[in-house]
């Protein structure tokens, strides 16, 4: 009985923030919930077709996220997941 005491216990102090619900699932997702732009890096492929680039996004308190992206002339952009900086 003590043992599942403390499995309960330390089971609910592992709890704390799910990720899901601090980083965004997507570029576009991002920016619905507040996300800016502050900043890009972009490099121009050797064949001029495809563009690389990474997004650096904030918000007023302080976050901020990274996003990969590449651009086609076909394709369009196409953008990663994003992730913590």
């Given at each position: 009985m003590a043992?599942?005491?403390n499995a309960l216990a330390v089971?609910?102090?592992v709890l704390l923030v799910r990720n899901r619900a601090v980083v965004p699932t997507?570029?576009?997702a991002a920016l619905k919930r507040g996300w800016t732009v502050?900043?890009?890096n972009t490099v121009l492929g050797a064949?001029?077709?495809h563009?690389?680039?990474t997004l650096f996004l904030t918000k007023p308190s302080g976050s901020k996220l990274v996003v990969d992206y590449t651009g086609t002339?076909?394709?369009g952009?196409?953008?990663g997941k994003p992730r913590l900086a």
């Open positions: 043992a599942r005491v089971k609910r102090g997507s570029f576009v502050a900043k890009e064949d001029k077709r563009r690389y680039g002339i076909k394709q952009y196409r953008f």
